[in-house]
Antibody
């Protein structure tokens, strides 16, 4: 059974940094791309970033403008998201998600429970 | 890039069928057969119910079906059940490397 467990969320001041982690189990982690999706309170889903299985290729939402960095440690089955220069609009529940197949990064068939990041002004 | 367009809400009675449209552009929905649909119950993580426009992940009810015409993809739920009441989101690959989501549609089962 695929399990994804996010950690590292919490309250941070505007302009600060935070690092989210996602511990994965139940599948061959290095074979699949992984993704972060966020959801602001009462709002819809927003794709944040994806990273290929090998970790060398990553994709980001244009709106992030280089503030976020996605990475992975395949030896530890761990996905991370480093978030810098945080803004009030980054306040959201952040979901870690597994990409459905080994070839792309377009659909997500397993999700973590989500973790809340709150940016205070 | 702009989010895909979905109606804010739809409703239907048990046993009926409903359709949720998802409108994009020729840069996303119109070009790529990479439209997915997600169901999200309150306080829960999203669940993939349709991928690549028409395909079902393992274990998903075939009461959910997807289609596409031009720049608009659609999710149809047949034989509505109370447990179908949830938020539904479409997504699509976009030219370049972006993934777009729709704004979400709240389904109410009357």
């Amino acid at each position: 059974e695929v399990q994804l467990l996010e950690s590292g969320g919490g309250l941070v001041q505007r302009g600060g940094s935070l690092r989210l982690s996602c511990a994965a189990s139940g599948f061959t982690f290095s074979t699949y791309a992984m993704t972060w999706v966020r959801q602001a309170p009462g709002k819809g889903l927003e794709w944040v970033s994806s990273i290929r299985g090998g970790g060398a290729i990553a994709y980001y939402a244009d709106s992030l403008k280089g503030r976020f960095i996605i990475s992975r440690d395949n030896s530890k089955n761990m996905l991370s998201l480093e978030m810098n220069n945080l803004r009030a609009e980054d306040t959201a529940v952040y979901y870690c998600a597994k990409v459905r197949d080994t070839g792309g990064y377009y659909e997500y068939d397993s999700w973590g429970q989500g973790i809340l990041v709150t940016v205070s002004s | 890039q702009s989010a895909l367009t979905q109606p804010a809400s739809v409703s239907g009675s048990p046993g009926q069928s409903i359709t949720i449209p998802c409108t994009g552009t020729s840069n996303d929905v119109g070009t790529y057969n990479l439209v997915s649909w997600y169901q999200q119950h309150p306080g829960k993580a999203p669940k993939l119910i349709i991928y690549q426009v028409t395909k079902w992940p393992s274990g998903v009810s075939t009461r959910f079906s997807g289609s596409k015409s031009g720049n608009t993809a659609s999710l149809t739920i047949s034989g509505l059940q109370a447990e179908d009441e949830a938020d539904y989101y479409c997504s699509s690959a976009e030219s370049g490397t972006q993934i777009l989501f729709g704004g979400g549609t709240k389904l109410t089962v009357l």
